[in-house]
């Protein structure tokens, strides 16, 4: 039963479909997964009991989208460390890259498409794109070339990789910053009135991104961080 104590992770791991509906309130469940429902209600200005209603009812819903993602939760918390980092590796990393490069194209073509209707916006969206792309990108060769192997190298927790793990969370917390700063600036990646097929395309692409990012931030943080932390000496 969720109570106004539950912490966001718990909900997220208990039942995945839960990832929907705090994506749709901008609820952070992957780089504030330990902030608890009220917590979060307080952060968003809503009701924590009806924020508690509206996530039991989600938890009853049943959707092929819904039952997708919580199947492969529910499969990566059954993974060893070796397999998680693997699984980590070739599908998010992967596709995540796959998506930032299509995607720095996108935001500069529609940057100069659209310049003289929606400079302001689009400006800073580069600005910010730009940076999330660095940070990642970075991100990815520290976990892939040093924390990763380091964590398969040693089957019992060592007080080296645990504090690297907290760097990564660190960083996991300023991707999240420098989403919600995109996604308050394009008010969650809604396209303007005059938008063409490139500027839906990239609103699109990067809301999918997003999604991804927290997917992934949320099996780190909340399943494989721990579980390696966990281990016995």
Known sequence: MVTKDTKLKDIVNDS??????????????????????????????????????????KKEEKTETSNDRTSDIEAFRELSIRDMIKHLKFTHHQEERAMLQELDGLVNKILLA??????????????????????????????????????????????????YINVLEKEHDE????????????NNFTTPQDACMTYERTYLLLNELVEDIFVHIFKENSILFPKYENQKL
């Open 16 to 57: 995945p479909v839960t990832m929907d509906l705090f994506n749709d309130l901008n609820i952070d469940y992957c780089c504030n997964g330990a902030d608890s429902i009220e917590v979060a209600a307080n952060k968003q200005n809503l009701d924590v009991n009806s924020l508690i209603k509206l996530i039991e009812k």
């Open 175 to 186: 991707a999240g910053t420098i989403i919600k700063e995109m996604q308050a600036l394009t």
């Open 114 to 163: 659209h310049y003289s209707s929606h400079s302001e916006e689009l400006i800073e969206l580069h600005r910010l794109f730009g940076k999330l792309k660095n940070e990642l990108e970075a991100h990815f060769a520290k976990e892939e070339k040093l924390i990763f192997p380091l964590m398969n190298q040693n089957e019992n927790p060592s007080q080296e990789v645990i504090d």
